[in-house]
Nanobody, 130 residues
Framework: QVHLEESGGGSVQAGGSLRISCKVSGFSDSNYCMGWFRQSPGHKRERVVA???????TYADSVKGRFTSSRDNYKHTLYLEMNSLKPEDTAVYYCAAVKSLAGFCTMGMSRGRLEDFDYWGQGTQVTVSS
């Protein structure tokens, strides 16, 4: 059974940094595409980044240059380093995963199509104050 668990959320002032993690269990190898998504009240869940098993990532324009995602396939852990945080980054952040050929992310996955991801974590709150 696949399980994803996020950790590391919290509160930070604008301009600050935060790193969140997602521990994955239940996959027998690293052949899965992963993503970070976020959702704030009254808004749809949106992609932050999709990342394949080779650490090739596709970022949303709103976070490019500020956020960096990486994977440790040995530890089955996904990370999201968030710098220069803005109040509009406030949201619940979710990690997601889907089994894929050779761990690649399809175009739909890279674009953050929610239905392309099979497994989701419970989310971690990130709050950025001005």
């Amino acid at each position: 059974q696949v399980h994803l668990e996020e950790s590391g959320g919290g509160s930070v002032q604008a301009g600050g940094s935060l790193r969140i993690s997602c521990k994955v269990s239940g996959f027998s190898d690293s052949n899965y595409c992963m993503g970070w998504f976020r959702q704030s009240p009254g808004h749809k869940r949106e992609r932050v980044v999709a990342i394949d098993s080779g650490d090739r990532a596709t970022y949303a324009d709103s976070v490019k240059g500020r956020f960096t995602s990486s994977r440790d396939n040995y530890k089955h852990t996904l990370y999201l380093e968030m710098n220069s945080l803005k109040p509009e980054d406030t949201a619940v952040y979710y990690c997601a995963a889907v089994k894929s050929l050779a761990g690649f992310c399809t175009m739909g996955m890279s674009r953050g199509r929610l239905e392309d991801f099979d497994y989701w974590g419970q989310g971690t709150q990130v709050t950025v104050s001005s």
